[in-house]
């Protein structure tokens, strides 16, 4: 699913680029013109905001899911093994497997790359990545 959430990202931004090349060429104006420098900079400053606004709101669902969810988000067994506890993924960072908080801060991580699939739309380019 979030493979399919960033393709769109990059499908977007492609589909920017072509807009903004198209108003640049219907507008008879150099790129160094201040004025298109300008327009380009507060395009870039409404896509980062609305970057920033995508990746809150999605951390804020992944919050909510995790704290009043009664549905199963992550599905964790128990066994007792050698009169020990063994849960799977384990609780705890000290195994070599992904631990439930390593699982969520996995989540997190990626819903906060959101705006590296995003390119920049001003000729300096990269992308919008924090």
Partial sequence: RTERFTRRLRATSTKLQHLLDGIFDAGFVSRSAPSWQDFV?????????????????????????????????????????????????PLTTASSKQSVSEHVQAWCDVIAAYGAHVQRCNAVGGSFEH
Avoid at 45 to 70: K, M, P
Avoid at 76 to 81: A, I, K, N, P, Q
């Fill in 41 to 89: 900079a507060e395009v870039d400053t409404r896509i980062e905001c609305g970057i920033g606004r995508l990746i809150q709101s999605c951390l804020a669902q992944v919050n909510a899911v995790l704290s009043t969810s009664v549905q199963p988000v992550l599905h964790l067994v128990v066994d007792l093994h050698a009169c020990h506890v063994v849960s799977m993924p």
